[in-house]
């Protein structure tokens, strides 16, 4: 799949922001951004987008990947790829020079500041965003197959004993079955939160072990060609006690209203507004501590937001989550978590059939 992805359109449309942007050249240094725009997923490298040439600048432990790649690339490979990165953007003479604000630190700007005297470095990432913000069909396909890793994954904890396992082994075995599938964890850590932790909507694994009595929450994604899942589902060894089983059937109210009135033209504050609206209903308002989702892709947030404070209208084509939740302290939280895209019609949901509650 990952070959399938057209990298010289995607430089191609950006260049094209760049020129009516007064943007001469662009320097991108995220890994998930020069991913984006080459298929190259490795760190230390950086992307230089210029009206004749573009240049992926990497060291020498990466030639023989680099060499692969099938694109119209110049590929440097250098042990000082900042330092020749410098004297290329001079070579070109270049005015403007767009840059990715949140991946320079003030060392590396500090330096290519210094050595591009005359040079007008320009924050530019919001423009990779737009791009970014609407998934194509093969990114579509890479993030619903994550999604269904996870799905396969979750399936399995069925089939095994976990009383007296810890949250730590189960997160674990969680990540080698994704691993055995040969697939990668999205760009976080597992989350496993069992009985009052899982209250905590971010808890850390800990070697808490699992009781028969044991109610307990896991946040899992999977990554297939550089797109992440991010699901999250409760579960109970042992029937549910009513307050829990009441919960969790109000934070699913919550979910599938906010899913239903998904539709392209629609803000998203909307939808978080549809979440927060039932949970308030029943008296829970003060209970939903967090936005209802996030946009998911390269990145495991990105645009667009679905908070109440969120101005971004949908479109077709943007992915993001939708993940009600309701958290009581010293007792327990239910949070559950969908990835839906946004049709021309409506939405879809591509985590339409992962295990709820057991």
């Given at each position: 799949m990952k070959k399938s992805f057209e990298f010289a359109k995607r430089i191609r449309a950006l260049k094209n922001l760049l020129y009516k942007n007064n943007i001469e050249a662009m320097l991108c240094l995220s890994r998930e951004h020069v991913f984006y725009f080459t298929g190259y997923d490795q760190e230390d490298?950086?992307?230089?987008?210029?009206?004749?040439?573009?240049?992926?600048?990497?060291?020498?432990?990466?030639?023989?990947?680099?060499?692969?790649l099938k694109m119209n690339l110049k590929k440097i490979i250098s042990s000082s790829s900042l330092i020749d990165l410098s004297q290329m953007i001079k070579k070109n003479n270049?005015?403007?020079?767009?840059?990715?604000?949140?991946?320079?630190?003030?060392?590396?700007?500090?330096?290519?500041?210094?050595?591009?005297?005359g040079v007008r470095m320009k924050p530019a990432t919001k423009y990779i965003?737009?791009?970014?913000?609407?998934?194509?069909?093969?990114?579509?396909?890479a993030i619903s197959?994550?999604?269904?890793?996870?799905?396969?994954?979750?399936?399995?904890?069925?089939?095994?004993?976990?009383?007296?396992?810890?949250?730590?082994?189960?997160?674990?075995?969680?990540?080698?079955h994704i691993s055995k599938l040969g697939f990668e964890t999205a760009n976080?850590?597992?989350?496993?939160?069992?009985?009052?932790?899982?209250?905590?909507?971010?808890?850390?694994?800990?070697?808490?072990?699992?009781?028969?009595?044991?109610n307990f929450l896991i946040d899992l994604g999977a990554k297939v060609y550089g797109y992440n899942s991010d699901l999250t589902r409760v579960y109970s060894f042992s029937k549910m006690k009513a307050e829990y089983k009441r919960i969790y059937i109000i934070v699913k109210e919550a979910q599938e209203t906010a899913i239903h009135s998904i539709k392209p033209g629609?803000?998203?504050?909307?939808?978080?507004?549809?979440?927060?609206?039932v949970i308030a209903k029943y008296g829970y308002a003060k209970n939903f501590i967090h936005t209802t989702g996030h946009g998911l892709g390269l990145h495991i947030h990105e645009a667009p937001t679905i908070s109440p404070k969120s101005d971004e209208y949908l479109e077709s084509g943007m992915v993001f989550t939708v993940e009600p939740g309701?958290?009581?302290?010293?007792?327990?939280?239910?949070?559950?978590?969908?990835?839906?895209?946004?049709?021309?019609?409506?939405?879809k949901v591509l985590s339409h059939d992962i295990t709820h509650a057991v």
């Open positions: 490298a950086y992307l230089l987008l210029t009206p004749k040439e573009d240049y992926l600048f990497t060291d020498s432990r990466y030639q023989e990947e680099v060499k692969s270049f005015k403007t020079l767009g840059f990715e604000k949140n991946c320079l630190n003030y060392q590396m700007y500090a330096y290519i500041k210094k050595q591009l005297a965003k737009l791009l970014t913000l609407i998934k194509d069909a093969r990114e579509i396909k197959k994550a999604c269904d890793i996870v799905n396969i994954t979750l399936n399995q904890i069925k089939k095994i004993n976990l009383i007296g396992k810890t949250e730590k082994e189960l997160a674990a075995y969680l990540k080698y976080y850590e597992p989350i496993v939160a069992s009985g009052s932790r899982s209250a905590l909507p971010h808890a850390k694994t800990t070697n808490y072990k699992l009781k028969k009595t044991s629609i803000k998203a504050s909307l939808i978080d507004k549809a979440a927060r609206d309701i958290y009581l302290a010293d007792k327990f939280g239910i949070r559950i978590e969908d990835v839906v895209v946004v049709t021309q019609k409506g939405y």
